[in-house]
């Protein structure tokens, strides 16, 4: 499984890239990754493949360093 470790951003931040990302597009220096705007957040790191057996160990230090974060 693909993981990592994200913010997630307001829908007025996301609609914001949204504009510019539409102007970077046709940017043919621009190496970008389209998504979806309702998709968009901020990955603090990504983990790349973790076993599906280890999650529950990325999940659980996730929730005592960052109290109230969420898995998704």
Do not use: C, W
């Amino acid at each position: 499984m693909r993981v990592f470790i994200a913010v997630e951003i307001t829908k007025e931040v996301r609609y914001s890239l949204a504009i510019a990302i539409k102007f970077l597009e046709n940017d043919q220096f621009a190496d970008l990754k389209i998504v979806n705007s309702s998709a968009l957040h901020l990955t603090l790191k990504f983990l790349g493949e973790v076993p599906y057996d280890s999650l529950q160990i990325i999940i659980k230090a996730m929730f005592h360093v960052v109290p109230g974060a969420s898995a998704i």
